[in-house]
Each structure stands twice: as C-alpha cells, then as structure tokens.
C-alpha cells in the first residue's frame, strides 16, 4: 500500500508563491500590511496546492479553537429555528465555526449537560437560545471558564446577553390596531413558560391599559396552528353560548396561532378583516401567503445572531465584561388588518355547522385579564 500524500503545508505555499512563510501566515490571518499583488500570488498558491489552514496547530499556538458552541432546541419552531441559523451564519462570517447541541430547552438538566458536553470540546464561548425558563436557568448555574451569552432574553440576572425586544414588538402590533379603531381586541397568547409569551402579554396588556381599555387574554399551551384553531372555536362557541359578540380583532403571540384563529373565523362564517382583524408575530415563512395575508410583527433574528457573536468576541477578547443589547422588531401591515366594522352585524351560524374535530384536543387556558 503507498503511503498517504502529505498536505502541503505553509512553507509549501510560500515556496510556491516565492515568499517567506511569515508574509503567507499574514494573508491567511487577513493582516492588513500585504500588497495586494503579493496577497493574490499567496492565494493562487494556495488554491493550486490544495493548502487548508491547520486549526489543531492554531489552536495550540493561540490558545483560541475558533469554535463556538451553541445550545438550542432541535424543534420546528421558527424563532430557534432561524435564531440557530442567524448565530451560525454571523459565526462563519468572521471565519468562525459552531459545534451545536440540540436539547429540550424544557429540561433545565439537558441544558446543563449540553454546556458541560462543549465546555469539554474546548469551545471559546458558548450561545445558549434560553427561550424557555429552565434553559435561563441552567445558564446560571453553569460554571463556565469562557463567556457564555444568553440569546432570547434581556434581564439583571445575565451579564451578556441578547434578544429581541418582544414587548415592544407587541405594543407596535397592538397600538395598529387601536390606530386602525379597535376597541375590543383579544390577545391569543403562546404558552406561559416560554419567556418570549409572556413578554408579548405584558406589552398588549400595557398598551391597552394606556389607552383606557381592559384587556382580554387567551392563554394556548403551546405555539401550532392546531391550538390556535381550538382556541378560535372556543372563542366562537362562547359567543354563541353567552349571546355576546367577537372581538373585532385578535392579536395572535405567533404566526401559526394566527393561522389556527383564521381557519377556526373561517369555519364560522367570520371574515378577515372585514369581521374580524388579526395580527401574528414572527413573520414566518408563508405568513405573506395567508389568506388573507398576515399582518405580523418580524423579528431581526440575522440582526440577533450578529450581536450574539459580536458580543461573544469582545466578551473573549476582555473588552465587553457585562452587556445586554435588545433589538427592535418591525411592524409589517398586510391585508388580514381593517378599521372594523359594527360588531353586532357580525352573525355567526348555527351550532349545527360548525366543523366537528375528531381525536384529543389540547384545550387552550382561557384567562381574563
């Protein structure tokens, strides 16, 4: 058997490129002091001969890996969902790697192991997406000898950390609604354990407060399209078994109880936005593809992922020991939101007609304000 070729190494490249391999080490690492015929007679050198940068080497030398870890959920949801990918894409465009663990941010005991688990790969900090309270929790009780920045959320409690700023992504969302005329409007809220839920509740609550008005709270137990149909139905059902009216608008904690809500209207003969407004928040994929397309709030979650490595390098490099940074979400007004119309013109069918679901049925919480 012939032995395996040897990778050419950096004094390959600069023989190649006939310089010295201190001018080669200065365009790998991007120094500024290179001319740039010298910079691309490197390049083309290295390209030719196949040359990639040794990071064990580099490691040992400066003690750096150049990895991050980052602990998130492996669900479908679309906030850790595109959290995860913003963190990963800021992380690689400062030529960085992520080594990632996906747990159950429920369990605060996974989270814990998942830190220890890239502590022991020798990364240079660590993103936990602490959207859930036993993920924030497990981050402090961590015990950490690199900076660990916690993504999701902003509070005294964590030294570095970074998040949208949800309750007033949620205030924007509902004041379009008082703006438009809406006097009655129901919050359809995500879960109450998750941080982001309860942040949205306090900014719907606060802005209807300031403007005079009570507000109304449904609670669902947990974020899918599914719930938020359940909860419309039972929003319709009680409106037709205390003879009352619809709210005129729904302010939905996510996309996908928004969806549920519109489909659950739907059924009952309720029309978006003519009868009934709604607004979501997240701007999730499809979300501009609703019937009718959906009002929502969007999270900058590529402006969060780029402030979390950010943060991470200066917490590593000594100039940022304590800092929480919040980015500000954006209102998007499409077609699903409408000055409204007489409540008492808004006549909801039959019992008889409405659509029947077969099988279990999470029931959401339903809580008055």
Known sequence: MSARPRPPAITDVATAAGVSYQTVSRVINDHPNVATETRERVLDAMQRLGYRRNIAARSLKTRRSGVFGVVSSGSHLFGPTRTLLAIEQAARSKGLFVSLATVDLQHKDEVAAAIEHLLDQGVDGIVVVASHDQAAAAVLEARADVPVVVAGRVGPEHSLAVAIDQEAGAKVATQHLLDLG?????????????????????????????????????????????????????????????????????????????????????????????????????????????????????????????????????????????????VSPRLLVRESTAPPRDPARVVLPPVRDAVAVTGPEPVPQHVED
């Open 182 to 326: 809406h006097r009655d409007v129901l919050h359809l809220a995500g879960p109450a354990p998750w941080v982001d839920a309860r942040a949205r509740a306090v900014g719907f609550r606060e802005t209807m407060a300031a403007a005079g008005l009570a507000p109304r709270t449904l609670w669902a137990d947990d974020w899918s399209a599914e719930v938020g149909y359940l909860a419309g139905r039972e929003l319709v059902d009680r409106v037709r078994r205390l003879r009352t009216t619809l709210p005129t608008a729904v302010f939905a904690a996510n996309d996908l109880l928004a969806l549920g809500m519109i489909h659950a209207l739907a059924d009952a003969r309720v029309r978006v936005p003519d009868d009934v407004s709604v607004v979501g928040y997240d701007d999730g994929d499809g979300s501009a593809h609703f019937v009718p397309p959906l009002t929502t709030v969007a999270q900058e979650l590529d402006e969060l992922g780029y402030r979390c490595i950010e943060l991470l390098l200066a917490a590593r490099d000594g100039t940022a020991t304590s800092s929480a940074v919040a």
